[in-house]
C-alpha cells in the first residue's frame, strides 16, 4: 500500500498499486534472502504522486531489493515534501524520510544517512512575457506544500537575485499536484517543475520557458537526502542500513537497466511515458541520483550557509557537516551495498 499523507498530517488516503502489480508481473526481481522474519519500515516520498527523482524506493521495492534484505516498505507519500506531517512522522521515530538541513538545525533531533538524489534536476518555468527574474514582479507564483516548501523558497531566492521580496509577486498556495497544470491553465506565471514535468509544459504552452535551471543555478544545493531521528537510528540501526542498501542497489540499477525501471517510474509517476524517459535521460546525464553514499561534505556544508544565508537557519545555530550527517551509517549502508562503484561519471 501506498499512503497518501496530507500536509496537515491529519487524513489519509490509501492509493491501490494496480498499476505498479502489472510491471511486476513483467520485472525480474532479485533473489530474496531467506528471511526469518520481514522487516517493516515506512519509507516517505517527498511528493504524491512521485516524480521521476523520488522513484528509487519504488524501484527497490518492485526489483526485490527490499526482500533481498529482509525489508519489507511501507511507502508513504507527504503532500508539500518536507512539511509538518512529514517532520512530525520522523519526530515520532516512525519514518525514513528526506530531510533538509534547516530541519535538523531548527531542532530536530534526527540525522540525514544517505543522500538519494543529491543534485536537484528542476528548472524554475515562466510563461513566455518572462525574460528575467526582474519581471517576476507581481506575478503569480507557485508555492506547492505552502508557504515554506521548496516551491516557495526556490521563487522567494530567485525574486532576491533581482532585488525583489517575497512581497513583490503574490504565491499561490497549492498541492504539489498542481504545478504543472497550474502553469498550463494560466492559473500560474512561475512553478519549479521536475524535468517530465518541463516536457509536458514545452509541448501544451507554446513559449513557456526555463527561467532558471536548479543544475546549473545551484550545482552545490543538497537535494533529496534521507534522514531519521536519532531515537530511530538508536532502535533500527541495522534496519536503515538494509533499507539504505536497498536503495543503493536500486539506484545503481536505475543507471545500468533503463528498460527494467522506466515501466515502474511510468506506473508510479502516473506520467506519460515519453516524459518519464526524457526525464530519465536527463537525470542519469547529469548525476542526480546517488550510486554511492550521495554526501559530499562542501555540498552539505554550502547547502547549511545557503540556508543561513536565506534566513532558514539562524547563523547563531551554524551547524556543522557533522551535527547533519550521520556518516557511520551511511558507509555501512554502502559496504552492505558492495561498494562503492562508479557509473559513468557519478561517483557521489
Not at 501506498?2 to 532479485?30: D, F, K, Q, T
Not at 506531517?85 to 534526527?110: E, F, R, Y
Not at 509536458?200 to 543538497?222: D, F, M, R, Y
Request: glycine share 8%; proline share 5%.
Amino acid at each position: 500500500m501506498i499512503e497518501r499523507v496530507a500536509n496537515s498530517g491529519a487524513r489519509l488516503v490509501v492509493r491501490g498499486m494496480a498499476g505498479l502489480a502489472v510491471v511486476l508481473l513483467a520485472a525480474s526481481p532479485v533473489m530474496a534472502a531467506d528471511c526469518a522474519k520481514m522487516r517493516p519500515i515506512n519509507i516517505g516520498v517527498a511528493v504524491t504522486p512521485p516524480n521521476v527523482v523520488h522513484t528509487p524506493p519504488y524501484v527497490a521495492k518492485e526489483l526485490g531489493y527490499f526482500a533481498k534484505y529482509c525489508v519489507e516498505p511501507n511507502i508513504v507519500q507527504f503532500e508539500g515534501g518536507q512539511g509538518a506531517a512529514a517532520l512530525a512522522a520522523v519526530a515520532q521515530g516512525q519514518t525514513l524520510t528526506a530531510l533538509d538541513p534547516a530541519s535538523i538545525a531548527q531542532g530536530l533531533k534526527a540525522k540525514q544517512v544517505w543522500s538519494m538524489a543529491p543534485r536537484a534536476p528542476q528548472d524554475y518555468f515562466v510563461t513566455e512575457e518572462i525574460k528575467t527574474p526582474a519581471d517576476l514582479k507581481g506575478k503569480r507564483l507557485s508555492a506547492a506544500g505552502g508557504v515554506g516548501a521548496f516551491n516557495w523558497r526556490v521563487g522567494r531566492d530567485i525574486l532576491r537575485s533581482a532585488g525583489l521580496t517575497v512581497n513583490d509577486a503574490r504565491f499561490i498556495s497549492q498541492g504539489t499536484e498542481g504545478r504543472l497544470p497550474g502553469l498550463l491553465a494560466g492559473q500560474l506565471d512561475g512553478v519549479l517543475l521536475h524535468p517530465e514535468d518541463v516536457f509536458i509544459a514545452e509541448q501544451k504552452k507554446p513559449g513557456a520557458h526555463a527561467l532558471v535551471s536548479l543544475t546549473t543555478q545551484l550545482p552545490n544545493l543538497s537535494f533529496n537526502t534521507y534522514g531519521a531521528a536519532e531515537v530511530m537510528i538508536a532502535r533500527d540501526r541495522d534496519l536503515i542500513r538494509d533499507t539504505v542498501a536497498a536503495m543503493i542497489e536500486a539506484n545503481r540499477t536505475i543507471y545500468r537497466e533503463r528498460d527494467k525501471v522506466i515501466p515502474i517510474m511510468v506506473a508510479a509517476t502516473q506520467k506519460p511515458r515519453d516524459a518519464v524517459e526524457y526525464a530519465y535521460d536527463q537525470m542519469v546525464k547529469a548525476c542526480i541520483w546517488a550510486v554511492n553514499t550521495g554526501f559530499n561534505r562542501q555540498r552539505t556544508e554550502w547547502s547549511i550557509q545557503y540556508a543561513i544565508d536565506n534566513g532558514d537557519i539562524d547563523a547563531g545555530k551554524h551547524p556543522t557537516y557533522d551535527d547533519i550527517v550521520d556518516s557511520k551509517l551511511a558507509e555501512e549502508a554502502l559496504a552492505a551495498a558492495g561498494g562503492p562503484a562508479k557509473i559513468n561519471n557519478c561517483t557521489e
